[in-house]
């Protein structure tokens, strides 16, 4: 079975990608949930990649000319899927930031307030 | 202490120029009503100058932007009882001696949110053309979903009702309350009014909208107008 150059640079890529993402979630620095999509996109790559006859296969069923170009589809797929992820939970992470700032200052003011009476209970002491 | 049971609430960004003076006027031009200063993440003394005046303040430790600070505002209000919010900018545009105006129709329940506007009647404002065309856009896309005109859809002198403010404080826009807070007001149910106000030059201090937030402005409004329309009023 002949595979192009092209295709083993891309699948080893993929490999080696998929590891360090693994070696990222063993040093706690990725959480099991984001290694997700990047786990699941380099296997699909590394497997498209290596395995020609699918490659192939695919590739005439989608109706693409160059095998390497589905590849580089599937890749610019998950990309895209992942960006949108990250999209979505920035923004609930920004929801989050906004509740929290607002317990914050809510909390600020009640110990000012609390600050305040004990100073006016105690003349003399406190700020 | 005299509690009031209306709280001006000044939403304020690094306004330790002009809050003195939107305080004082306050105190002069409309006493026996409460004020609450909401310092969105200011880095200068804007907290320190409040405090000084014997004014609560709400201070946020990072900028939430207007509408985040209106929300805390909101909040503050329906926690300790008010019956009604008023909204008025720190920058001394706007002038305390509408605030009764501004609050009869709410009082006597004619509408739930008055808005002070500067264009029911003819008061001298001019602004830029830009600003102008934009007001136009959005005043024309407030008449389509409310089919009536709210000629100042940008007004940040409004005063709102308790119920209101019962719905704001968990839902509210985040940076613009304009355009689309009127259209989901509206969509609730709410009664809508405006009332003619004298605005005037930003006395001090820089204005939350920036460069960038002009151009995103009008995408943002358009499209959360739109989702106003189209999300069923809860």
């Known amino acids: 079975m002949f ?70 589809a599937f890749g610019l797929a ?5 960006l949108l992820y990250l999209s979505v939970k920035l923004s609930r992470l920004g929801q989050e930031n906004h509740a929290l700032t607002r317990e914050m200052a809510f909390l600020r003011l009640e110990l000012q307030e609390l600050r305040d009476r004990v100073a006016g209970a105690r003349p003399g002491e406190g700020a | 202490m005299t509690r ?33 200063v909401v310092d969105d993440g200011s880095r200068d003394a804007t907290v320190r100058v409040a405090r000084e005046r014997g004014v609560p303040v709400l201070s946020h430790p990072v900028n939430l932007g207007v509408g ?16 009604i919010g008023v909204q008025l900018d720190a ?54 979903a409310l089919g009536r005109r709210i000629a100042d ?21 985040k940076d613009f309350p304009d355009a689309p807070l009127l259209i989901a007001l509206h969509r609730r149910g709410f009664r809508l009014q405006e009332v003619p106000v004298t605005m005037r030059e930003r006395e001090a201090g820089r204005s939350f909208y920036t460069l960038g937030k002009k151009l995103y402005y009008p995408y943002k409004n358009l499209l959360a107008s739109l989702m106003a329309l189209l999300r069923r009023p809860a």
């Open chain 2, 153 to 173: 859809t940008t007004s940040g002198y409004r005063a709102y009702s308790r119920p209101v403010m019962e719905v704001c404080r968990h839902d509210f826009p």
């Open chain 2, 4 to 36: 009031s049971d209306v709280l001006v609430i000044v939403p304020a960004h690094n306004e330790e120029e002009s809050l003195p003076a939107t305080l004082e006027a306050i105190r002069r031009r409309a006493p026996g009503v409460d004020v609450l």
């Open chain 2, 91 to 144: 920058d001394g545009q706007h002038d305390p001696a509408d605030l009764e105006a501004l609050l009869a129709p709410v009082r006597s329940g004619e509408c739930d949110v008055s808005i002070g506007s500067r264009y029911v009647t003819s008061t001298g404002y001019r602004a830029p053309l830009a600003r102008r065309l934009g007001m136009m856009l959005f005043s024309g896309v407030v008449k389509m």
């Open chain 1, 3 to 72: 595979l192009s150059r092209a295709q083993v640079i891309l699948a080893v890529a993929a490999v080696g990608l998929a590891l360090f993402v693994l070696d990222l979630v063993r040093r706690r620095r990725l959480s099991e949930e984001y290694s997700f999509l990047w786990v699941v996109a380099t296997a699909v790559v590394a497997v498209l990649g290596f395995s020609t006859p699918l490659l192939q296969a695919l590739t005439r069923a989608l109706g693409i000319l160059y095998e390497g170009s589905t590849v580089f």
């Open chain 1, 78 to 82: 998950f990309a895209t899927a992942v």
């Open chain 2, 68 to 83: 985040g600070a209106l929300q805390s505002g909101f909040r503050y209000a329906v926690e300790r009882g008010y019956a």
